[in-house]
């Protein structure tokens, strides 16, 4: 029996139009880091890289159809990997660096709809960069860098020494309300240490609990107006298994176009395992991540964010799982 090759991590780098991606892009391919990446880029003439900069970059890098990752190339995205993986001994990870007016959404997505994808393959994380400039101004009119912000397990606040510090803390400010659960980064230029960005497993919310076991604990609601909103439900008592997994199957199946993004802990009645949880629209996964520690308090806890959810018949709805 051979062993299992392991999965391939992906890592999708997004943000608004001018944010720094092509700077972060440029940083990842010439640091002396000593891997190797397959680029996946949505505008290859965006791209300011030298072929010589990655090996056998015709090989390796991959222009996307129409020049923006969407539903309609989803297809192309599967391929394109599909073929990378016929040779995944020539490289260590995938970057996927997306348009700045695109949704990240199809793209988390491929990487759970495409079984061969999905095994061979694993979303790492998403990084999202913005202006600090000129995000307060934008982000009203545009509605895919909020999607971009939803979407992101880091954030790159980049061009930072072109704010003052009460500028900055408004940025912050308005980035937490969308997004309250991502790492967040000062930058210049997209100046930083490339292991906060790569191989952190940031998607994979096993590995974030593992290493920040409080994760979810500091989640603070926000009342507001924005197109993106998040909100989060806690139980302390444990949830029936049954009523709980009906209950989440539904909540997906009906709001699933307007679920960004879903994480959370969950205890089950008469299970000594914390069940983990994470949504991207309408695609759900969910399983036993590792026993609860003696001292660790049985908790549930359920992050959404997304557009316009009506927050009081899921909360309703919720609640009535209770064991």
């Given amino acids: 029996m051979q062993p299992a090759v392991p999965q391939t991590p992906v890592t999708v ?8 991606k092509t700077t972060l892009l440029n940083r990842i391919l010439t640091e002396n880091h000593g891997k190797k990446y397959a680029v996946i880029v949505n505008e290859f003439g965006e ?3 030298d072929n010589d900069l990655i090996v ?16 309609t ?19 260590d990870a995938i970057l996927v660096e997306t348009t700045g007016l695109a949704d990240p959404a199809p793209v988390a997505q491929t990487f759970f ?11 790492d994380s998403i990084v999202t960069v913005v202006d600090a400039k000129h995000l307060l101004g934008e982000i009203d009119e545009a509605h895919e860098a909020q999607e971009q912000l939803a979407f992101a397990d880091t954030i790159l606040i980049n061009k930072t020494d072109l704010v003052s510090a009460d500028e900055l803390g408004k940025v912050e400010d308005r980035i937490r309300r969308i997004n309250p659960t991502a790492t967040l980064h000062h930058t210049q230029r997209c100046n930083i240490d490339l292991d906060q960005v790569l191989g952190r497993g940031a998607f994979d919310l096993d590995r ?8 979810l604990d500091e989640f603070h609601e ?20 049954a009523k709980f997994m009906r209950w989440l199957s539904l909540v997906v199946q009906h709001f699933g176009m307007d679920i960004l993004r879903l994480k959370g802990i969950i205890s089950l009645k008469d299970d000594s395992d914390r069940f983990v949880v994470q949504a991207v629209h309408m695609l759900l996964d969910g399983d036993h991540q590792r026993p609860w520690k003696p001292e660790e308090e049985r908790v549930t806890r359920l992050v959404f964010i997304g557009r316009n959810l009506p927050k009081e018949v899921i909360e309703t709805g919720f609640n009535a799982c209770r064991a």
């Fill in 13 to 20: 780098l997004t943000g608004y139009l001018g944010a720094g």
């Fill in 47 to 49: 791209v300011g890289i």
């Fill in 56 to 71: 056998d970059a015709d090989e390796e890098i991959f222009e996307m159809n129409n020049g923006c990752i969407c539903c």
């Fill in 73 to 91: 190339v989803r297809g192309d995205l599967i391929r394109i990997i599909d073929g990378l993986m016929r040779r995944r001994d020539r490289f």
């Fill in 113 to 123: 709809v495409d079984d061969d994808v999905r095994s061979k393959t694993k979303l």
């Fill in 208 to 215: 974030v609990l593992e290493v920040e076991p409080d994760f």
């Fill in 222 to 241: 926000h009342e507001h107006d924005d197109h993106v909103t998040s909100f989060a439900l806690v139980a302390k008592e444990p949830l029936d298994p």
